[in-house]
Structures are given as C-alpha cells and as structure tokens.
C-alpha cells in the first residue's frame, strides 16, 4: 500500500511539472526588486560542447573534471574537463544479476565514489570511479524515496512520503551497516496541501549547509547535515503563499492538481557559503525580454544565523536553448542548455 501511494503521489508531482512544461511564459511582473551590477560571468571565456542529446544531468563536479549522467544510458557516465576537452563515456559495468529500476536511477559522483541510486524499490549502488563493477548493494525494503542526495561516503539525504501524515518529511540514511530511513523534519503545508510543500535539496560541500528550496513559494530552510534546522529565510519575491488550484478525485479519494501552478523558484545550487537559485519571476525592475530569453540567477549568502540576499545575474542563453540545469564549483557555473554543455566563469572566485 506503501509503495502504491508513493507512485501515486509522484505521478501526480510528474502531472504538476508538465502542466508548468506545457504553459506559455508569464510576463507578469512582480513587485520586489533585483539588484543588477556588472555581471560577474566573463563571457568571452565561454565554452560549450554539443553532447549527444538532452538527456543530459550533473553527476558530479571536482577540481579537474565535470561528471554527466544519461538518462537515456542509466550505466554510462560522461566525463571531461574544464576545457572541455578528452571527452568520453565510461561503462560503469553493473552487474547483469543487478535488480534496479533503471529508468528511476541517477547517478551521483562524490569522487572516488560513484552512486546509483533509485528510490522505488529502492536500491543504492555505491562503487569507486578507478574501478567500475565492483558495488556493495544497499536496500531499503518497503522505504521508498525520492530526490536524494548522498552527502558522505556513508551517508544521504532523501524526502519520504509519510500515508500516515499525508506529509513529505526529509530524512537522513546511512550506509555500511544500512540504516532504515530516519525522519528528521517534518515540512510544514499551507492550508493542508501537500503540494504547497514541495521543493528541491541541495548541499554545500564547504559549509557543510542543506537548503531546502520551496518550488511555490518564497521561504527557504538552512539546516545541518543531521537535518537540524538552522534558520529559515525568504527569497526576495513576495509569494509567501502557495497559488495552487485544487481539484479532489472522489473515487480514489486523492487530490490532484486542476490548473498550472505559479513557480516561484526552479533550481538552486549552494556552494562556498553562497546559495544561487533561478527564480520563475520577473522583477518589477527587470526587462522582460532579458527575462525571457535568459536565465537569471538570485544569488544569497548563507550567514551562520540569517540568509542575506546579496545580488543577481543571467546566465546568458546559448543559441536560444533553455536552462536545464545548473552547478557552481570553484569560478565556473556548469550549465546544461539543451544538449549542450555550457562553461562559464566567474570573474572572481564565488
């Protein structure tokens, strides 16, 4: 019953994100402000590589090398360096006798180490990048999860969905003896709607900081690695509620989503005490067609007590193709646009 309820509920986050695909942009403006100075990108020492399709995800990023996962390829992975150069695809050799759901897996390099992880049935693979092949294999049985995200060698984050609750909690594994699933913090719901607490993690090697992001409205939540909230803090536009529009299934008693939701923040990256999300609003001071045809960035600084907006900027589009996905490491910001590899760097070091 478990299991069913979590694909339920994630067809129904799947349903959400399409409705969002399939919409127009929205050029309504919004009444907070950006602060725009030079931008910090040096766009002449761009480059990009065309990759064989937009399947295309960040798998990992280290002084030397940037890591690409496949979907279309689930035990392959890409790698090359920060010149884009000696490209190539790695077997990552899983074992044939593997059982894994391998249109769920995603792979995650915190090198040496490479992750396959999928939270269906689920099942963590965790082997070395020098030699593919060799995994210990973890389960956790009648635990599923979803969006996770390895912070150690023995340890990951990861969102459950609680049938008790109706709730999505964050939760902390470890690995090596595997542990069950160990809940940690509760996110709170507007007016009971589960959907208003979704949202994206994202970790902070460096600080060693979480943030949990909300996808429909402002606030965000700085914890540490055990899960233990920090301090809370808003992005800089005013939706501080949730605009989602309902719609209950009488006949399978659940509720599902009747109209697009209002996005409010895409994606966010924290790196060396700085968090950088790519809002879905325009600013009342910002040009629309800039806007549009680019990518801006909210970039905020991860005090030890309070989160602080700081600045923003675009990552410039390459042959019209949208954002997908974005990382920062060192003075570089990774981009997929498309099925190209985008490399920018920062004027100084974020």
Not at 119 to 135: D, E, F, H
């Amino acid at each position: 019953m478990r299991y069913i309820m979590y694909c339920l509920l994630a067809a129904l986050v799947v349903i959400g994100g399409l409705f969002w695909v399939s919409r127009k942009d929205n050029s309504k403006t919004y009444d907070f402000s950006r602060t725009f100075t030079e931008s910090p990108l040096v766009i002449k020492n761009r480059k990009v590589l065309k990759l064989r399709n937009e399947f295309h995800y960040i798998a990992g990023l280290t002084e030397k090398n940037i890591f690409l996962g496949d979907k279309a390829y689930s035990g392959k992975l890409f790698t090359t360096d920060y010149n884009l150069n000696n490209g190539q695809y790695k077997d990552l050799n899983v074992p044939d006798s593997t059982r894994i759901a391998w249109k769920a897996v995603k792979i995650f390099v915190n090198y040496p180490d490479v992750f396959l992880i999928e939270g269906i049935t689920p099942t963590i693979l965790r082997g070395s990048y020098s030699n593919p092949g060799q995994y210990n294999t973890y389960t956790q049985d009648n635990q599923p999860f979803h969006h996770p995200l390895p912070l150690s060698k023995n340890s990951f984050l990861a969102r459950v969905y609680d049938t008790n609750t109706n709730s999505f909690i964050l939760t902390k594994g470890l690995l090596d003896p595997i542990s069950s699933l160990d809940s940690k913090y509760v996110l709170e719901q507007q007016n009971k709607n589960i959907f208003s607490s979704d949202g994206m993690l994202t970790y902070d090697p460096v600080t060693q900081k979480v943030v949990y992001t909300h996808f429909y409205h402002n606030e965000l939540i700085c914890f540490d690695t055990d899960l233990n909230p920090i301090y809370k803090g808003n992005t800089i536009d005013p939706i501080s509620k949730a605009q989602l529009k309902m719609d209950t299934i009488q006949s399978e008693n659940k509720m599902t989503l009747s109209a697009p939701p209002l996005y409010v923040n895409k994606q966010n990256n924290a790196y060396n005490g700085k968090l950088y999300v790519r809002s879905a609003l325009v600013a009342s001071n910002e040009n629309k067609q800039a806007f549009k045809h680019n990518t801006v960035i909210d970039v905020y600084t991860l005090n030890n007590t309070e989160i602080a907006y700081q600045n923003s900027f675009y990552i410039l589009s390459y042959k019209n193709e949208k954002l997908r996905e974005f990382k920062v490491f060192n003075n570089h910001i990774i981009s997929l646009q498309g099925n190209y590899l985008v490399i920018d760097q920062f004027n100084v070091k974020p």
